[in-house]
């Protein structure tokens, strides 16, 4: 176990849940378009954001930290997209167990670790047609996090405004209860038992042996079950030197949110031994907001200081230039993502 369980997660929360932390999306996001369409009225254009989300490739500081993909196009065949995955990972050198995940990530959704050939095939079955996937190493390392940064276009420093500490939640066998009664019996868990019921469906009935610890998400995303933990309090110098360098790399890209895996939190810090899983543009939110302790006034504020920050580095790019995409294309392009992630939520 790395220190993160013994560092983020050390001392018992006052709450085990936050009071929105398991309101549906709909209702918890209802506010959103309203403050979007107040940031818009008063910058002047609906989709500004849009100018910062241009993802590049990363330069050569942020390659040393990227964990190995590859990606592939699936075609309307079954067969010839099996075989387009398996020589992508060989090209690329990859082996078992891999993460797949789409090439868009929103809750993540369509994300899966898979072991072997059967199930990547398997897997491979709910994506559509004609869409880009990600094959990625696993990284075996329990350490997890998600850290949101921004840098104004007329400033020389950026700076990471929000880090969060993902664990992954595991109950301990005792010889004599199944996984479903250990769900039952967990003082947290319990209380998003529909969710790790339907995401360990196939062994609730097992008896768990003694001693033994069964994690009941494997992907850090609070939708599939992780535990989120604000971790303001960890951040540094050093790390916020080290993601500024990477991002600086990215032309374009000057706030979003990195998720990463790391090896322990005092490496984190001082900037060192971590991999990068994903960058996320401008659809990402500073996810320490479903720390369970985190009110929903707080929540709110985050997410309006985040959207206002957004719209005043578009402004800015604006100024220097920049085109936000147009809102037709921003609709289409939205539209196209929410079809095929419901597909992806419906495989799961």
Known sequence: MTDIASIAFRAKPRRLLSSFETWPGWLFYAPIPFVWLYLAARHGNLTLPTISEGLALLGSKGRAHLAPYTTFMTSEAQDETERRA?????????????????????????VKIVGDRGALARWLAAFPYNVKVILQSYIPHEGEAGIFYFRKPNCERGWVASLT?????IVRGDGLSTLRE??????????????????NHKRLGWVVPEGARVRLASVGNHCKGAVFKNGAAHITPQMEAAFDAIAREIPGFYFGRFDVKFHS?????????????????????????????????????????????????????RAAGGRPVSVAAFLAEWLRNRARLHRYRAEE
Do not use: C
């Open 86 to 110: 398996r020589l992508a990972m060989q090209k690329k050198g990859l082996e078992f167990p891999i993460v797949i995940k789409p090439d868009i990530g929103q809750n993540g959704a369509g």
């Open 182 to 199: 250990l769900i039952l019996e967990d003082h947290r868990a319990r209380h998003l038992a529909e969710l790790y019921f339907a995401r």
């Open 265 to 317: 939190l005092g490496e984190l810090q001082r900037g060192e031994n971590f991999s990068i899983l994903e960058i996320n543009g401008g659809d990402a939110e500073m996810t320490h907001i479903w720390d369970a302790e985190e009110t929903l006034r707080g929540a709110y504020e985050t997410l309006f200081r985040q959207y206002s920050l957004a719209f005043e580095i578009g402004a800015q790019n």
């Open 165 to 169: 500490l993902k664990h992954l939640p």
